[in-house]
Nanobody, 127 residues
Framework: QVQLVESGGGLVQAGGSLRLSCVAS????????MGWFRQAPGTEREFVAA????????CYADSVKGRFTISRDNAKNTVYLQMDSLKPEDTAVYYC????????????????????WGQGTQVTVSS
């Protein structure tokens, strides 16, 4: 069982930056591929970014490519989402997710592929 706790959300002006953190419980964090998703009011949850368990392979939604960066520190059981050049349309609740994987280079873009989810952190970008 893995528990995920996100933090770092808040209110920021357009063009600003935020860094989200997601801390995982347990001693096998390095075996989990991680992802970030978001959900705005009245919309479905959407993929934002994903990274392999090694951290060497990453993938981004087209809407955030070049502005967001996913990274991880396995020694701290933490995955990060650095968000730069934020836009009002980035406003949403952001969730981190984890799935155990045998393959260290694999990442996952679909929410149904993940087994564990955090409670979410609100990001609001004002214009």
């Amino acid at each position: 069982q893995v528990q995920l706790v996100e933090s770092g959300g808040g209110l920021v002006q357009a063009g600003g930056s935020l860094r989200l953190s997601c801390v995982a419980s347990g001693r096998t964090f390095s075996r989990y591929a991680m992802g970030w998703f978001r959900q705005a009011p009245g919309t479905e949850r959407e993929f934002v970014a994903a990274g392999s368990s090694s951290g060497r392979s990453t993938c981004y939604a087209d809407s955030v490519k070049g502005r967001f960066t996913i990274s991880r520190d396995n020694a701290k059981n933490t995955v990060y989402l650095q968000m730069d050049s934020l836009k009002p349309e980035d406003t949403a609740v952001y969730y981190c997710a984890a799935v155990a994987t045998y393959y260290t280079g694999s990442y996952f873009q679909s929410d149904y592929e993940y087994d564990y989810w955090g409670q979410g952190t609100q990001v609001t970008v004002s214009s």
